[in-house]
T-cell receptor
Framework: QQQVKQSPQSLIVQKGGISIINCAYENTAFDYFPWYQQFPGKGPALLIAIRPDVSEKKEGRFTISFNKSAKQFSLHIMDSQPGDSATYFCAASMSGNYGQNFVFGPGTRLSVLP | ETGVTQSPTHLIKTRGQQVTLRCSSQSGHNTVSWYQQALGQGPQFIFQYYREEENGRGNFPPRFSGLQFPNYSSELNVNALELDDSALYLC????????????FGSGTRLTVV
């Protein structure tokens, strides 16, 4: 029940296209859902995050869509650029649970072709 | 404002040995969490330290242990190394214990041979 599922495992998109990564969770106690971007040799960096009281959050070219009833959320990258090529992780956590921290999905390797 | 610094960046150890990894938290952050990231997988929570005490633990055996110092820096110790311990070990610091405002370091790549 603590697992976060993520798909696809890898994604190839042309420059200017839309990249879509999907995640699903089981534990309804999760109430904070961040997306992290990781480049080779670097630690994950927070990209954007959402709470279940909203259905969508947009920051620049990045949008999170959240479906509470389906227990699913997704990351949309508009106008994908070669510099977006990285591994993306969705994650989930429970507020107030100071010792639990994040449960991460297995990651999606995005390649944006020039 | 400095970020999270981890040392060493790479390390090779022999099975059965012990290893200590170090982490300096971001300025102003008082909580440190450690994650293990196996190749091609997402990070997995090992444990968290707040006010120098372990404040939560993931599904890792007792041979994984840690410390947090008064300056909020932290160590991860692994005893009796196994081949499966080969991974990237990530340290993340934050101001509160809830995981918000996490800053990850670049990690220590541990190889056990």
């Amino acid at each position: 029940q603590q697992q976060v599922k993520q798909s696809p495992q890898s994604l190839i998109v042309q420059k200017g296209g839309i990249s879509i990564i999907n995640c699903a969770y089981e534990n309804t106690a999760f109430d904070y859902f961040p997306w992290y971007q990781q480049f080779p040799g670097k630690g994950p960096a927070l990209l954007i995050a959402i709470r279940p009281d909203v259905s969508e959050k947009k920051e620049g070219r990045f949008t999170i869509s959240f479906n509470k009833s389906a227990k699913q959320f997704s990351l949309h990258i508009m106008d994908s650029q070669p510099g977006d090529s990285a591994t993306y992780f969705c994650a989930a956590s429970m507020s107030g649970n100071y010792g639990q921290n994040f449960v991460f999905g297995p990651g999606t390797r995005l390649s944006v072709l020039p | 404002e400095t970020g999270v610094t981890q040392s060493p960046t790479h390390l090779i150890k022999t099975r059965g040995q012990q290893v200590t990894l170090r982490c300096s938290s971001q300025s102003g952050h008082n909580t440190v969490s450690w994650y293990q990231q196996a190749l091609g997988q997402g990070p997995q929570f090992i444990f968290q330290y707040y006010r120098e005490e372990e404040n939560g633990r993931g599904n890792f055996p007792p041979r994984f242990s840690g410390l947090q110092f008064p300056n909020y820096s932290s160590e991860l110790n692994v005893n009796a190394l196994e081949l499966d311990d080969s991974a990237l070990y990530l340290c993340a610091s934050s101001l509160s214990g809830g995981g918000y405002g996490y800053t990850f370091g670049s990690g220590t790549r541990l190889t056990v041979v």
